[in-house]
């Protein structure tokens, strides 16, 4: 009887801890405002509590939410304009993420936390970053013309120095 009660009690607080348990994600990297150019490695870093396992998001539409739906599968390429970028890293809350070619000042990534059923619980976005074309700076040359130093010279028939 002891043992029932003291497995029940066990699970009773199980379940609480489970049900009270409250997720939440931060993300720290991109910040708004930073640039970046295509090709170049983005770092997306976050922390979560309470989160089993993510998935990383993309967009250039500022109207958009940041919320997610829940998912079994691994996160297609596109969804509601929203474009994965890694479908359930674990740890660590961090991910190198190459830009795609875009040419836009209103890129967000967003974290999507899922419990061990792939359910999600909660989402985090960053702030509006930009991504865009690398176009080659324009190089200006000038001719070199003082690239060694001139010196007086004279030339003597007898010695042949200059």
Known sequence: MRKTIFFAGLLILLVAVIVLAVPSITVHNPKSGDVYYNGQQILINWSATDVW??????????TLACSGSSSFLPCPPELNGWFCIVSHPYLPTTFDW??????????RARVEGHNIFHLTL??????????????P???????????LPKKPYRYDPLTFHL
């Open 122 to 135: 909660t989402n985090a976005c960053s702030g509006e970053f930009s991504i865009l074309h690398n176009d």
């Open 98 to 107: 190459t830009a795609p070619d875009l040419n836009s000042t209103t890129v």
């Open 53 to 62: 396992h993510f998935q990383v998001w993309y967009t250039t539409d500022p």
């Open 137 to 147: 700076p324009e190089v200006v040359s000038e001719p070199v013309t003082d690239a």
